[in-house]
């Protein structure tokens, strides 16, 4: 079987025929068929059990670390609203999402629930030279239901993000 010629690369005409002549025959005799199965289905099989114990361990600390019992039916409400206005366009939420405005996982201890309804009625601030939040018109219910989804999201064991306390 000819096998086609590689690159030449600047080697000399020797080398080339040298190539010529042995190429693809190299490992023939020492790497065989079966031996390139075995290893392929060792690795599949290997990574498949890896696969199944970081995913049996992450079912396991889960239910530790995501606040599930602290979830209300106005942290439900509020994040719906953080999805249909689209926050996460600007703001990412425990790291997820844009950089374009900042980290909102954390703001509840920040700034404080009265803080956050302050800052979404006053929007927009129309300060020079900074970006602007949209007006949202959030009724007062909505916004307590905004700012119990940013309680809900603050009290998630994130081990230790974001890095520094405004994220």
């Known amino acids: ?32 068929k079966a031996m390139a199965r075995n290893i392929f289905y060792g690795g599949t099989v290997f990574f498949f059990l890896l696969f199944l114990a970081l995913t049996f361990d992450t079912m ?14 106005g942290a439900i409400a509020g994040k719906h609203i953080w999805e249909t206005r689209n926050c996460l366009g600007c703001h990412s939420l425990l790291g997820e999402g844009a950089y374009f405005a900042p980290e909102l996982g954390n703001v509840y201890e920040r700034r404080g629930p009265l803080f956050i309804k302050a800052w979404m ?42 890095p520094n306390i405004e994220g």
Not at 14 to 21: V, Y
Not at 135 to 156: A, K, N, P, W
């Open 60 to 73: 396991r600390v889960l239910p530790k670390t995501d606040n599930r019992g602290e979830l209300t039916p």
């Open 1 to 32: 079987m000819k096998h086609r010629m590689p690159p030449t690369f600047g080697l000399s005409r020797d080398s080339l025929a040298f190539l010529n002549n042995n190429w693809g025959k190299t490992m023939s005799g020492t790497f065989t």
């Open 121 to 162: 009625q006053a929007m927009p601030t129309n300060a020079p030279g900074r970006r602007q939040m949209p007006q949202f018109h959030l009724t007062d219910q909505e916004l307590d239901d905004l700012v119990e989804f940013f309680r809900y999201t603050s009290g998630i064991n994130t081990q230790n993000w974001p």
